[in-house]
């Protein structure tokens, strides 16, 4: 476990805390690199770290007491507990529970921006930023990740209770488990031991966006440790905040209108781990990530949370569970030749019809998602590979000894690829930039409410920073046009007849159109 993390984190660099528990008893709690990079101060287990979307678990225990003590019922349409406009359709509390509401989600649009959300905000002139916009499907008939049903849920526990959600959380969450290092206040001061969260951009690690707690509230505004978060969990399913009959519900599949079902409950996700089944929630708010799973079957508690904006919590997490289950993801690297890594290349296409393609490096395979990123393949013998820095794995399958196919086991899908006689597509070619021709591109272009892309050139390199992510450069492929190496993404500037640009296309899977706006 140490070296799990150690292929994490550094000392001198934002990081995070660990622990693993089984039965109650801890078997692992570690914490590596800085809580406070110009202080050089390294974090310990004690730091408290903003939790983000983990949060959400919390919020649907405090409904489920509510339910329970019959101040609310889960079928109630929502315009009895809180001040929203009726919509064609009825919103339950159900339905904001298990993200089937069908109300947009707030934070992917204008209304969610850093100059905003480092300002204060009153909860009923948050929830007016979304009240009014259209429902995007029918509630129940579809799933869709909404922060905004969760701040509803906010309101619904205020007006229900009569407590503010800080106070709530304090009196009925925390202190009945003795959480004594976590909080849920919307203030501004930082806590005795919190962490300061920092994003990466060119110039390295740095302080990220500042958030004022009173945007996220009960959908991510929660402060705490690693330790306080295995007594929650450990209280939680001991039946100590709500009975297991309530408690079942949270973990029970969401079934909609056409009577499939999606993994998500009340404010708890379920995936797997080496085919263990998990309870579990990641969380992510500007300068944390998070990741907390509970494995019943073992009745292993694994949290991670990480000062920096980054993949590693989730990844971390499952790589720790695995390790306390004795079924650890990966192993010694077995050597692959060129000519056996050649043989495994070619298109693979899912049930979807989505392509993956599998190129080579001399004796090394990548793996590329359609539209995605390029990732590379560690081999562990057998035609099995795992992907470097992530706990999914790739086995490659064979008929008559030929490749035909291959098995892709991600978390959250298993999904069965066949091998296409579809030829791989050709490389992008780099051409050379100037600086001079660079410059018309710099600026900012706005591909929807609240996303933009910004543009700056240094010497003869040009770079994009997208909206709440770390800057990456792009590279020239013909005159006004750029591809992305990091993803499979393609950029198009449209100057105009004087020679200005003030609109550009952004293609990854699809299409978008941006308009220059600085």
């Keep these: ?60 225990v405090s409904i489920l007491q ?41 934070t992917n649009g204008a209304a969610y921006s850093p100059d905003a959300y480092a300002k204060d905000i009153a909860l009923k002139d948050l929830i007016a930023r979304f009240a009014d916009q259209p429902l995007e499907f029918a509630p129940g008939t579809k799933w869709s990740y909404s922060n905004s049903g969760y701040i509803l849920l906010s309101a619904i526990i205020e007006r229900v209770s009569g407590r503010s959600w800080s106070d709530y959380a304090e009196e009925h969450l925390f202190k009945p488990v003795g959480m004594t290092q976590s909080s849920a206040s919307i203030s501004g001061g930082a806590l005795l031991n919190e962490a300061v969260g920092y994003a990466e951009d060119s110039t390295g690690w740095k302080p990220a966006n500042p958030v004022s707690m009173s945007w996220p509230l009960a959908a991510g505004n929660i402060r705490s440790t690693v330790g306080d978060l295995l007594k929650w969990n450990t209280s939680v399913f001991a039946g100590k905040l709500v009975s297991d009959e ?15 079902t999606h993994p998500y409950g009340f404010g708890w996700g379920f995936k797997n781990i080496q085919g263990s089944p998990t309870i579990e929630h990641s969380g992510g708010i500007d300068g944390f990530v998070s990741n907390c799973i509970y494995l019943p079957q073992e009745d292993l508690y694994i949290a991670v949370l990480v000062n920096r904006e980054s993949d590693d919590a989730s990844a971390l997490a499952a790589e720790l569970a695995a390790i306390a289950m004795g079924k650890p993801y990966g192993g010694e690297e077995v050597a692959l030749s060129p000519a056996e890594a050649q043989a495994l290349t070619g298109v693979y296409v899912n049930a979807e019809g989505v392509e993956r393609y ?70 992008r070619v780099e051409v050379p930039l100037k600086n001079a021709d660079l410059q018309a591109y710099a600026g900012e272009f706005e591909l929807m409410p609240g996303f933009t892309l910004t543009f700056r050139a240094e010497g003869d390199h040009l770079f994009v920073l997208p909206t709440r992510q770390g800057e990456i450069e792009v590279f020239g492929e013909a005159p006004h046009k750029f591809f992305l190496k990091v993803v499979d993404a393609t950029i198009e500037f449209h100057p105009e007849e004087d020679g200005s640009v003030k609109r550009l296309t952004f293609n990854q899977g699809g299409v978008m159109e941006g308009k220059r706006i600085r």
């Design 1 to 60: 476990m140490d070296k799990a993390m150690a292929e994490h984190f550094t000392a001198d660099a934002p990081g995070g805390a660990a622990i693993v528990a089984q039965g109650g008893k801890v078997l692992f709690e570690s914490a590596l690199g800085s809580a406070d990079v110009s202080a050089q101060k390294p974090l310990t287990t004690a730091n408290q770290f903003r939790i983000g979307s983990v949060s959400k678990q919390f919020a649907a």
């Design 66 to 106: 509510l339910a329970e003590a019959g101040k609310l019922k889960l079928d109630d349409e929502i315009q009895r507990y809180v001040d929203f406009p009726k919509k064609e359709q009825p919103i339950t509390v159900q339905h904001l529970l298990t993200h089937t509401s069908g109300i947009p989600n707030f």
């Design 246 to 260: 309530w408690l079942a519900k949270a973990h029970t599949s969401v079934v909609l209108a056409d009577g499939t």
């Design 358 to 427: 599998i190129t080579a490096e001399g004796n090394k395979l990548v793996s590329t998602r359609q539209g995605s990123s390029p990732k590379p393949l560690r081999h562990l013998g057998n035609d099995r590979f795992l992907y470097e820095g992530d706990v999914i794995t790739l086995n490659f399958q064979r008929t008559d000894g030929k490749v035909t196919g291959a098995r892709f086991l991600a978390r959250d899908r298993d999904e069965h690829l066949i091998r296409s006689d579809k030829p791989l597509p050709k490389p």
